[in-house]
């Protein structure tokens, strides 16, 4: 408990116990000064000292006229999903926190309302893309991993051939992929049973499911995934608006991507493209 200490609050139940009953509120400052670091840094990097992108070539060639002008990125399924799950988690963070940051409102039920249309959508995300979509896509694979090698010796100025192209996702997405399960999984699990707690038209409430100890924990754990979530959607916010990657933000919102920023980002090998036009003159 020791180590929860400087980041907890601490009360005394009725029966006399030391508890934790919730994160320390300066945390919500820290992870949002966190983001903006992150931020701040990454665009100087970008702007002042990044070289030109530099990719292998080996075996990723494909020419023009095989793809489609706009190259299919993301189903309507998909993109439902996504921008219903934006908006639920957007809401999580403004009716968490601005209560915290001194806007008083009464937050509780907006909360819970939006918690379960986010619970309920990532169990949506969750069968559709293990049997709709290519579930092993967001994860990392060997050449992810070599080519991170590559990558960062060549930042260090260190001698290393260009990495390859990208699969449908960069390393970095899917790093960042699993960041928002552990803590969006760690948000969901912990909201669930927190649901208990306040009046739902789910189940009755029941404040003695759990010892004060286990709901200490609970409250904390769901307030450090929720103020990881501010530093990550911020990132992920400031990725999105980025102009380099504008053709996958647009992909997102349109479906598609246009076929040049397919073929200098992706490895044709690596993302393979379902819809491949009919080579022009082929029988
Ligand atoms: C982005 C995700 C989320 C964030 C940032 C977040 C954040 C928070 C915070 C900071 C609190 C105050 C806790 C405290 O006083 O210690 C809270 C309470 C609560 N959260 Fe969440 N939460 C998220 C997701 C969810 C989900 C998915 C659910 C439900 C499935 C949920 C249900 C609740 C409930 C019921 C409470 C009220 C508990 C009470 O007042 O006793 N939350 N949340």
Do not use: C
């Not at 999580?92 to 001194?102: C, I, K, W």
Request: glycine residues 8%.
């Amino acid at each position: 408990m020791g180590i929860l200490k400087p980041i907890t609050e601490w009360a005394t139940s009725p029966w006399g116990q030391s508890v934790p009953i919730h994160i320390a509120w300066f945390l919500i400052w820290l992870a949002a000064l966190a983001g903006l670091l992150f931020l701040i840094v990454h665009a100087i990097y970008v702007r002042y000292f990044a070289k030109a992108e530099e990719y292998a070539d080996g075996g990723s060639r494909m020419p023009e006229a095989v793809l489609p002008a706009r190259v299919p990125r993301h189903s309507l399924a998909a993109r439902l999903f996504h921008w219903i799950m934006a908006a639920s988690m957007f809401t999580l963070l403004v009716t968490a926190f601005l209560p915290r940051v001194g806007v008083q409102f009464d937050w509780v039920t907006y909360h819970w309302i939006a918690g379960t249309v986010l619970t309920i959508s990532i169990l949506f995300h969750i069968i559709h893309a293990s049997f709709w979509l290519d579930f092993w896509a967001i994860w990392p694979d060997k050449a992810d991993l070599v080519d991170a090698g590559k990558r960062m010796r060549r930042f260090f100025g260190q001698p290393a051939p260009p990495p390859r192209k990208f699969a449908k996702y960069p390393l970095e997405n899917k790093l960042y992929h699993g960041a928002i399960i552990a803590t969006g999984l760690a948000a969901i699990g912990t909201g669930v049973f927190m649901m208990f707690r306040v009046r739902t038209i789910f189940f009755p409430r029941n404040p003695y499911l759990f010892r004060d100890m286990t709901w200490g924990l609970m409250y904390v754990l769901h307030g450090l995934a929720g103020v990881g979530l501010i530093a990550l959607v911020m990132v992920h916010v400031y990725f999105a608006v980025r102009p380099e990657k504008r053709g996958i933000t647009e992909s997102m919102i349109f479906g598609s991507m246009r076929r040049d920023f397919y073929l200098s980002h992706y490895d044709p090998q690596r993302w393979q493209v379902n819809h491949v036009r009919e080579r022009p003159g082929a029988d």
